[in-house]
């Protein structure tokens, strides 16, 4: 099994900037795809941003292209979400999750490990 901890999450005003980390331990040593999901009061958890084992591939939902950055460092075991011009509707708890597989995907069902969550409020 992998296991997920997220850090970096907190408070900020609109158009500020957070970088989320999700550190991995466990069976690591085999090639695993990780993603960030969210999810706000009242619903489901929707896909942010995934990257595949080696990096090479990256995805985002379109709500947040253009403003947010995946990326990993297999070495640390850990994968950051940078997060600019932060909005209020990117206030959630954000998961980072992660399938045993090379690629990511953006359904939540695939992923069988996921992180406890941080918060992320966005708000004047």
């Known amino acids: 099994q992998v296991q997920l901890v997220e850090s970096g999450g907190g408070s900020v005003r609109p158009g500020g900037s957070l970088r989320l980390s999700c550190a991995a331990s466990?069976?690591?040593?085999?090639?695993?795809?990780v993603a960030w999901f969210r999810q706000a009061p009242g619903e489901g958890r929707k896909f942010v941003a995934g990257?595949?084992?080696?990096?090479?591939?990256?995805g985002y939902a379109d709500s947040v292209k253009g403003r947010f950055t995946i990326s990993r460092d297999n070495d640390k075991k850990e994968t950051d979400l940078e997060m600019n011009s932060l909005k209020p509707e990117d206030t959630a708890v954000y998961f980072c999750?992660?399938?045993?597989?090379?690629?990511?995907?953006?359904?939540?069902?695939?992923?069988?490990?996921w992180g406890p969550g941080t918060q992320v409020t966005v708000s004047t």
């Open positions: 999750a992660a399938r045993d597989s090379v690629m990511y995907s953006d359904n939540s069902a695939d992923f069988p490990y």
């Open positions: 466990g069976r690591t040593w085999s090639p695993y795809a």
């Open positions: 990257i595949m084992y080696h990096g090479k591939s990256t």
